[in-house]
């Protein structure tokens, strides 16, 4: 199928790249890092706009997960409503620089204006960072519990093996039956005990994954599906109906800054 919506690729260098579709919701479809491929991407969801895209990495806004109980925001999506907008592209050759703010339509779901700032790049050390700014420029305080959606490649076959080096890593471990069959799972983000803790992931025959967090995401959610060729480790700032039950408050005239950093060693001497 041939896509409507143009991917646009950042390139370090010949080992080391990232790349992005402003027009499908501001989404990273790929990163490279040492010559590996760390993002797995269902081509046929990113081309249908009637399908949620599966892999890469979906930004989540205003609500990570789904809501339930939901009288505030009864029009509220799982995911909220920013994975399916178009964004203001205004990227470099080495710096991915994308904006979206509230409109009228949206605020019929969502009934606060706000501004988003993403931006994202691989850094001299080749490792990924990817930052977002929210933005209250409403007349109020807004709710939001946003968060990313990660899709990192792993064959299916390979991943019971997968190692979890970081705390609460082995209930990680212990509960694949329930995150490999579709069951999310949820764990406290390391850094928000101690902003210096990375969470390492050893993925046989690719490499380990070292993720630096933001204390912002409370909460990691661990996901994927049987068969498929991925594993989701997901930065959450609230656990599921967060933005109902425990929102994180946005000032007026206030930003909320959130990051996630990703390095990669490569298992291949």
Known sequence: MKSDFEIKKIEHDKLN??????????IITSLVLQGKELLYLDRETLNNKALSVRGGIPILFPN???????LLFPKLEQH????????????????????????RELN???????????SASI????????????LNTDTQQIPV?????????????????IIFD???????????????????????????KNIKDPMKVIIPELGSLILQVSPNYK???????????????????????????????????????????????????
């Open 166 to 192: 970081f705390p609460g890593g082995q209930y990680v471990s212990d509960s694949f039956d329930s995150w490999s069959q579709g069951h999310y799972i949820s764990i406290d983000n390391p850094a928000v």
């Open 123 to 134: 850094s001299k050390d080749n490792s990924f960072l990817f930052e977002q700014k929210i």
């Open 64 to 70: 990570a997960g789904a809501l339930r109980e939901n």
């Open 17 to 26: 790249s990232v790349s992005y579709c402003a027009d499908r919701g501001g």
């Open 80 to 103: 909220g409503f920013v994975r399916n907008m178009g964004w203001k592209d205004d990227s470099t050759a080495k710096n991915i620089n994308l904006k979206i703010e509230s409109n």
């Open 145 to 161: 519990s946003a968060g990313l959606h990660p899709y990192f490649k792993v064959e299916n076959k390979w991943k019971k093996n």
């Open 219 to 269: 909460k990691i959610w661990i996901w994927s599906l049987s068969e498929k060729d991925f594993i989701c480790i997901e930065p959450v700032m609230r656990d599921i109906n967060g933005l109902i039950e425990d929102p994180c408050f946005i000032n007026i005239g206030k930003e909320e800054t959130l990051f996630l950093k990703i390095d990669f060693i490569s298992n291949q001497k």
């Open 108 to 118: 019929n779901v969502y009934p606060y204006q706000f501004k988003i700032e993403t």
